[in-house]
């Protein structure tokens, strides 16, 4: 007879619970764990847990989903904590994960690995940490260690099994442990939370001497120790002033010394009292909007507002300095009065700077600032509090499309045409243009796309009606825009073959601007002093070890830098090939022009603005701030200079060579060289007279020129996208790249011929390749790319997709292409 109690209690027993779990891994779908007892209460989805992996390898992973359904093919081990009381991140914001592991073709553990900051993703695998007091100088090591340095270099950290993949052995613990001897690495295996909240000591006065009677009777009977009273007098009229006092600050005010600070504290008079703090200082929490549009930004600010009823997004056409930030500021403030939040979106680090300040004049304390060069500490309290809604508006660059934001009204994607919203390397390679469209749409928000020269992509799809368009063909202030002159410096007498850095026309343009106390802005897209140098007796360059393209030369360092790979040379002054000590130096980088400009123009400030002269936090803010005080005559830079800043005293622009930005092989040539070119030009002129824009080239006619030289966008696009359609690429056709990557050139070429013969006749007409990238050796890895050009039918794309992740799995089962990296780019730029 069966126990009536004993068959109650089974009915009672609650049905196994399992949770499918993102872990920072490239694995190609989520593991599922079993989540026991007496972890039960705590496991919700987006919460962190710890888990194991294989036989002993602990992760911290986010909870995606809690199913009851146990898996059939193995037996799930338990989960063993819960690590957070609630969750880090919401649904949407696994939503976006998803949606981009499956458009972009890469794992959820990828996206989650770029998504988090570093505190979130905890491991106890072996991780290679790299040791940024090493330096970048690796002359010493043997190649083996060199592979492993570099890797570390660019990456700052690698897992062993990254290691193992890169030698291409799985005997990689003799090169790992030369590498921590020669402390170009350490190595960090602790599976541990290190985000630790800022402390401050605040000094706070005893309760009793709030009593001003008694306060006075303190002090007028105080007997030995002046100092202490000193101090004393210090902190009352601190707390009058600042309403809290610090430890640092009072010390500071006072100039006493801990020990009279710690005589008070024994006396009682004063408390010491340590309290969390923010690490970034936030102005106080207002809203003021103190400006007015004008008729055709609020014309166009209503046509947005219109637009948005239909479409969810925008794209604002607004040529330079037409205002289009001023825009932005009203409908954000339209957005922050119905309790909404605002991801602002920038394509580099370097203009968040100068908008900024604007905004924070604007917004105040509900406005923050999220990116890479931020610490580890400040992301995380970032994080925390656009999580919680304490931050309103966030302004960021791409990294920011993956905070979690809990009411988001509007995202503005300035400069929306800009190559930097793409990511390259490592995965996930997504547009945060595109995926912000999607993460939109989750929580209901709006899209503002804002450029003076659009993608194709973007304005194709507003002409298509998929987007709205709005228009503003008006500088503020009623500015023209700036005239566009064309230097042909083929008809320019030069010593030797050498490249003409400034043409007379430009020079005296130059000195005029001077005289009138302008400004000049000069652009050339190559940094460094000479992109080659050649021997001039026998022609040879020198060439990187492990990258096939020149180095190029350093004069502050007085290096030789590979551009693709990082590493430095010492500079050659012998030829390799027949010993000869004559050398010319070909082409010109922003440090030879600096050093041109300084002798030509002596009494004039000059400055550079690029990767090498603004490194660091603060950097590239101070220059700018010196280049609006009017600090700096003369500014010269790469792409840099050119992105959305608006100088008000600029009115001359020089662009040095467009030939070197005309002549890429590349389909959307015509299209950068001309979104470069106008954005060059936009920069001059902003306020008050028109602006002048000299362009020196030797093709002078180059089609591109005709239309920057007219500011005439449209007729660009109509006569750039008839070719596009001839031959079938983007906006007609979605794109994507295959590179493979391996140490032995012929099992590179090996592997793209079996996959392009695998993929050929289903897909063949849509294929282009294999065949060898421009630069076909990088890190000592060979190249080969196929180019997919496929309809816009997202079925197909769908089944092509699946055909490329399915031969990708064909490949690595063939012995010996288990080590060939393959790499899929979807949308490649």
């Known amino acids: ?267 009682n008079i004063l408390w010491l009292e340590k309290r969390a703090v923010d690490r970034i200082s936030y102005l106080p929490l207002h809203i003021n909007v103190d400006f007015s549009l004008t008729p055709a930004q609020q014309e166009a600010l209503e046509s947005i507002n219109l637009s948005f009823k239909e479409k969810p997004v925008c794209l604002l056409h607004g040529i330079t300095s037409s205002g289009k930030t001023q825009v932005y500021i009203k409908l954000m403030e339209q957005y922050i009065h119905q309790g909404k939040q605002v991801l602002y979106l920038l394509p580099e680090i370097a203009l968040t700077s100068q908008i900024i300040r604007r905004l924070q004049k604007h917004f105040g304390g509900y406005i923050g600032i999220y990116h890479s060069k931020f610490s580890q500490n400040e992301r995380i309290e970032i994080w925390n509090k656009v999580k919680t809604g304490e931050l309103k508006i966030v302004l960021g660059a ?37 995926s912000a469209i999607f993460y939109a749409s989750l929580f209901n928000a709006k899209v503002l796309l804002g450029s003076a020269t659009p993608s ?86 020198p060439q990187c070890k492990h990258c096939d393209v020149s180095l190029t030369y350093h004069k502050l360092s007085n290096k030789l830098i590979c ?47 690029d990767i090498d002269s603004v490194r660091g936090k603060h950097a590239h803010d101070n220059l700018i701030q010196l280049f609006e005080q009017k600090r700096i005559d003369i500014l010269v830079g790469t792409q840099m200079v050119v992105k959305g800043l608006d100088f008000e005293h600029v009115s001359l622009v020089g662009i040095l060579d467009a030939d070197s930005i005309l002549s890429f092989a590349d389909f959307r040539v015509n299209e950068r060289a001309f979104q470069l070119m106008e954005q060059v030009s936009g920069r001059a002129g902003r306020k008050d007279e028109r602006g002048k824009v000299m362009i020196q080239v030797t093709n002078t006619k180059h089609p591109v020129l005709h239309f920057v030289q007219q500011h005439d966008y449209i007729s660009f696009f109509k006569y750039e996208a008839e070719a596009r359609e001839r031959f079938f690429y983007p906006p007609f056709s979605r794109t994507i790249c295959i590179t493979f990557r391996h140490k032995l050139k012929e099992r590179v070429v090996d592997a793209a011929r079996l996959f392009t013969d695998a993929l050929h006749k289903e897909y063949g007409k849509y294929m282009v390749g294999p065949a060898e990238p421009p630069v076909s050796r990088i890190r000592n890895q060979y190249l080969m790319e196929i180019l997919f050009k496929i309809p816009k039918d997202t079925g197909f794309i769908n089944k092509c997709k699946a055909a490329i992740k399915e031969q990708v799995v064909v490949l690595h089962q063939i012995q010996k292409f288990r080590s060939m990296v393959m790499v899929a780019d979807v949308d490649a730029l």
């Not at 006065?205 to 002090?219: C, F, G, H, I, Q």
């Not at 709205?468 to 700036?482: A, I, Q």
């Open 456 to 541: 194709f992509e973007s304005y194709f799809n507003a002409l298509q009606g998929k987007y709205g368009l709005v228009v503003l063909n008006e500088r503020y202030g009623g500015v023209r825009l700036p005239a566009i002159e064309i230097i042909d410096t083929k008809q320019i007498v030069r010593k030797g073959k050498s490249k003409i850095m400034l043409s007379p026309q430009l020079k005296e343009a130059i000195e005029q601007e001077l005289q009138k106390d302008r400004q000049v802005i000069l652009f050339q897209n190559r940094r460094g002093y000479s992109p080659y140098q050649i021997c001039a007796v026998c022609g040879w360059v």
């Open 563 to 609: 551009h693709y790979c990082g590493t430095n040379y010492p500079n050659v002054t012998i030829c390799a090939a027949c010993g000869s000590h004559d050398f010319i130096q070909r082409n010109f980088g922003t440090e030879k022009i600096e050093e041109f400009l300084e002798e030509s123009f002596p009494e004039a400030k000059i400055a550079r603005m």
């Open 1 to 267: 007879m069966t126990d009536p109690f004993l068959e109650q209690n089974e009915l009672t027993l609650p049905a196994p619970l399992f949770a499918e779990v993102i872990i920072p891994l490239a694995i190609p779908k989520n593991y599922t764990w079993q989540i026991p007892p007496h972890v039960r209460d705590n496991a919700k989805v987006g919460c962190r847990v710890e888990v194991v992996l294989g036989k002993n390898k602990k992760y911290g992973g986010i909870i995606r989903r809690l199913h009851n359904r146990k898996p059939q093919a193995f037996e799930p081990k338990d989960i063993l904590n819960v690590l957070d009381k609630e969750p880090i991140v919401f649904e949407q914001q696994l939503k976006l994960w998803e949606w981009i592991a499956q458009y972009y073709m890469c794992s959820e553990g990828e996206v989650m690995a770029a998504a988090l900051p570093s505190y979130f993703k905890l491991s106890s695998e072996t991780i290679l940490i790299y040791n940024e007091e090493y330096g970048d100088d690796f002359s010493t090591l043997n190649n083996e260690e060199y592979l492993v340095a570099e890797a570390l270099h660019i990456k700052k950290e690698l897992r062993l099994n990254e290691v193992q993949l890169l030698l291409d052995s799985s005997h990689v613990y003799p090169v790992i442990k030369r590498l921590i001897e020669h402390k170009v690495c350490f190595v960090w295996e602790a599976l541990k939370d290190s985000y630790s909240a800022k402390k401050e000591t605040y000094v706070i006065l005893n309760s009793k001497y709030a009593d001003e009677e008694v306060l006075a009777d303190l002090m007028n009977n105080w007997g030995r120790a002046p100092k202490q009273l000193e101090l004393l007098l210090s902190y009352l009229h601190l707390i009058k002033t600042e309403g809290e006092v610090t430890k640092s600050a009072l010390l500071k005010k006072s100039g006493a010394s801990d020990a009279q600070l710690k005589g008070l504290v024994e006396k």
């Open 398 to 434: 791409r990294s920011a499309l993956f905070l979690p934001f809990t009411h988001l009204g509007l995202i503005v994607v300035d400069e929306e045409h800009d190559t930097s919203f793409k990511q390259y390397d490592p995965a996930p390679r997504y547009n945060a243009r595109d």
